[in-house]
């Protein structure tokens, strides 16, 4: 069903509340138009692109609550934190982000992400990776969109906090690791 410009534009505007991380992809997708005539829509509106709305919501929510690091250090953006519980990034792949051969994104990045999560939710001034477990179960390419997803799961034996981080593009997993974090606060050194 086509709806008129005043019409799409109040819907696009309702979307983008409810869900402020949705791509103009998406949008154009969702809505049945050109990705150019989202964007459009969202420059009339005075709505930003996808990137400084989550920049936004990142410095406005969590830049007085990460302690373990500055939320400049952290290898995506942060949309989500509980610390000591869960928290959530996104990271666009970029050209910087990827070989040049062949567009895949290079390790590090994703490892460098989910690192810096692991990090960024323990609640404590300093915290540091004691020991990784990884996997990676696909390759991500340029122009994909990386959510990693971190839950503190507990203690180790050790005293060292233990923290999962799973990595999706499009809510495929692509990237998993298991983090044991020493924290200042911890009995014993690792």
Do not use: C
């Not at 007085?64 to 953006?77: F, H, N, Q, R, S």
């Not at 996104?90 to 490892?111: D, P, T, W």
């Not at 992400?113 to 477990?133: F, H, M, R």
């Not at 994909?144 to 180790?156: D, L, N, P």
Request: hydrophobic residues 40%; without cysteine.
């Amino acid at each position: 069903m086509k709806r008129s410009k005043v019409e799409r534009q109040q819907l696009l505007k309702e979307t983008i509340d409810q869900t402020p991380f949705i791509t103009d992809e998406e949008l154009a997708k969702k809505f049945g138009v050109s990705i150019q005539t989202i964007r459009l829509d969202r420059m009339e509106l005075s709505i930003p692109e996808l990137r400084e709305r989550i920049k936004s919501v990142a410095n406005d929510q969590w830049n007085e609550t990460v302690k373990a690091l500055p939320i400049d250090e952290v290898i995506g953006e942060i949309i989500d934190l509980e610390l000591d519980h869960r928290a959530i990034s996104i990271l666009e792949i970029q050209q910087e982000h990827v070989f040049s051969r062949n567009k895949i994104a290079r390790g590090h990045h994703l490892f460098a992400q989910a690192n810096s999560l692991a990090v960024a939710v323990i609640n404590d001034e300093l915290a540091l990776t004691a020991k990784s477990e990884l996997k990676f179960t696909r390759q991500v390419k340029q122009g994909e969109r990386v959510v990693a997803k971190a839950f503190v799961e507990g203690e180790s034996e050790k005293g060292l906090t233990i923290v999962r981080v799973n990595s999706f593009v499009d809510n495929e997993k692509v990237f998993t690791g298991l983090f044991h974090m020493y924290r200042s606060n911890e009995k014993e050194n690792f």
